[in-house]
């Protein structure tokens, strides 16, 4: 699986956009962009995902560049419950059995009054 | 619908004593999976049941065994903890095995200390 890169921590005001990016520069063509987030203590929880189109969902929107090696996550009006660690994953679609997935360190994202 | 469940929640162990984190999910997925969180870090994968009747070693699976009892139910063993075991452990299942497609849910984690 391709390895991710992002930034450990970012901060944003409440009510704004939260712009998270990831770069996965060695992203292969069969390789999915999946996001999920863990709130302090809590089990991470799937965001969104995608493969080469743009993603949105009730939660985010997910943009993947053309030459998809890097993406960013946006939460539209971020609230303080938004304050969580952000995974940035990229997966291939096995065929086999294995489907697990691998975790980095994450950002943490704090959202602020 | 519980989703993914976990028992216990909190476990302070003395070194060599056993003990089974049980759990369970309740929507009919195929794939289940034991993570372990440290602090400050990523979940990093100890075992893995594609599908009932089946597991696999992860990443980390020194010092653990896991029996895939039925469709719902995944549990792991830890036959002598040791401190190095102290740590988070989060349970997922997901529906269909290595699908792209298919997103993972995870139970609420047992914290574990180890003496």
């Known amino acids: 699986d391709a390895k991710t890169t992002q930034p450990p921590s970012m901060d944003c005001a409440e009510g704004r956009a939260a712009n998270l990016p990831c770069n996965h520069s060695?992203?292969?063509?069969?390789?999915?962009v999946y996001w999920y987030r863990q709130i302090h203590s809590q089990g991470p929880q799937y965001i969104i995902h995608g493969l080469k189109n743009n993603e949105t969902n009730e939660m985010a929107s997910l943009i993947i560049t053309e030459d998809r090696k890097s993406s960013t996550l946006i939460l539209p009006h971020a609230t303080l419950r938004d304050t969580a660690v952000y995974y940035c994953i990229v997966r291939a679609n096995y065929g086999g059995s294995q489907g697990n997935l691998i975790f980095g360190k994450g950002t943490k994202l704090s959202v602020k009054p | 619908n519980a989703g993914v469940t976990q028992t216990p929640k909190f476990q302070v162990l003395k070194t060599g004593q056993s003990m089974t984190l049980q759990c369970a999910q309740d929507m009919n997925h195929n794939s289940m999976y034991w993570y372990r969180q440290d602090p400050g870090m990523g979940l990093r994968l100890i075992y893995y049941?594609?599908?009932?009747?089946?597991?696999d070693k992860g990443e980390v699976p020194n010092g653990y065994n896991v029996s895939r009892l039925n469709k719902r139910e995944f549990s792991l063993r830890l036959e002598s903890a040791a401190p190095s075991q102290t740590s988070v452990y989060f349970c997922a299942s997901t529906l269909l095995p290595g699908q792209g497609m298919t997103e993972q849910y995870f139970g609420p984690g047992t914290r574990l200390t180890v003496t």
């Open positions: 060695t992203i292969s063509g069969n390789e999915y």
């Open positions: 049941s594609a599908s009932e009747g089946t597991t």
